[in-house]
């Protein structure tokens, strides 16, 4: 197999539907095809992932980290109490929230964590999957094959788009996060590649255009609970597509529109602390207060 059918999503569903296999699947074929290691060494490693997602979420929700700033830490286990008070969103749902908003928090409390794509949106996928192996019965193995289809669905934004908010804005790291745990979802719900597809496309239409805009550059404000919007973004998304919806406008356009989107942003508004929830007047107050605190430190 050659990884150029990972060159467009279309590509990719096509050679799953004619050798009959997944998304993941296919990832795990491309892996072990660049001849590096053997399919139980990646499979291994991707096993060892998991258990750091699983632990990091673990973290977040039962241990109070406080970030270095000590401008975060708490919200997560806050969240994940309060889901059993008859939610909104519904239980499973705030507390796949609440488990995303943990991993980010461990993250800006310096804990180890998986970049899924990235630090900053690092807890969508984690918080999604964890949460709903717990309400549907699933396996490690069958989690470890969903993290597959996600590298699968981020290999295509990292390949035609980007996954970097300072290269298109927030829309490229919670974005894309919420998309590979929207695919995911769907193939571990027994959708096809095309279905993974669609709610990996959906999940970015849902967010095309949001901006990076870190409060006093930190990956703290806004970038915590904007994982908590990702993890039930990725739900509804994986909802509606196993329910017969689809994309109307399909992948590979979605994840060109997406870039030409983050392209066109005023630089402000890519990750440079200059624009946005970052230049309002409490922001700038957190940022003269951590100016402050580092100089002294220094």
């Not at 050798?19 to 296919?26: D, Q, R, V």
């Not at 507390?95 to 804990?111: D, Q």
């Not at 998309?179 to 279905?195: D, F, H, I, R, T």
């Not at 508004?269 to 430190?297: F, S």
Request: aromatic share 4%.
């Amino acid at each position: 197999m050659q990884s150029r059918i990972f060159e467009s999503g279309k590509a990719l569903a096509d050679y799953c539907e004619r050798h009959g296999i997944s998304l993941g699947e296919a990832m795990l074929q491309r892996e072990v095809a660049l001849g590096e290691r053997t399919r139980a060494e990646i499979e291994g490693e991707m096993c060892k992932s998991l258990e750091v997602m699983r632990e990091s979420v673990r973290k977040g929700l039962t241990e109070r980290v406080e970030s270095v700033s000590g401008l975060s830490g708490g919200e997560a286990m806050r969240l994940f109490r309060y889901a059993k008070y008859n939610p909104f969103t519904g239980s499973n749902t705030c507390r796949a929230a609440a488990s995303a908003m943990a991993v980010v928090e461990v993250n800006a409390a310096m804990g180890c964590i998986v970049a899924a794509p990235t630090a900053g949106a690092s807890g969508i996928l984690p918080g999604v999957l964890l949460e709903c192996a717990i309400e549907r019965g699933w396996t490690d193995d069958q989690l470890v094959r969903g993290l597959f289809t996600a590298g699968a669905v981020g290999m295509l934004f990292a390949k035609n788009a980007t996954i970097s908010g300072a290269d298109g804005g927030c829309q490229a790291e919670t974005g894309v996060a919420a998309a590979m745990a929207a695919a995911a979802l769907v193939e571990l719900s027994g959708g096809s590649p095309e279905q993974a597809l669609d709610a990996a496309a959906m999940a970015i239409k849902n967010v095309l255009g949001l901006v990076c805009d870190p409060v006093a550059g930190l990956v703290e404000c806004p970038c915590i609970k904007r994982n908590a919007l990702g993890a039930a973004n990725a739900m509804i998304c994986a909802d509606m597509t196993l329910c017969g919806i689809t994309s109307m406008i399909p992948f590979d356009e979605v994840v060109t529109a997406m870039y030409s989107v983050g392209r066109d942003m005023r630089k402000e508004y890519r990750e440079t602390a200059k624009g946005g929830l970052a230049v309002t007047p409490t922001g700038k107050a957190v940022a003269d207060r951590m100016n402050r605190l580092h100089k002294t430190e220094i």
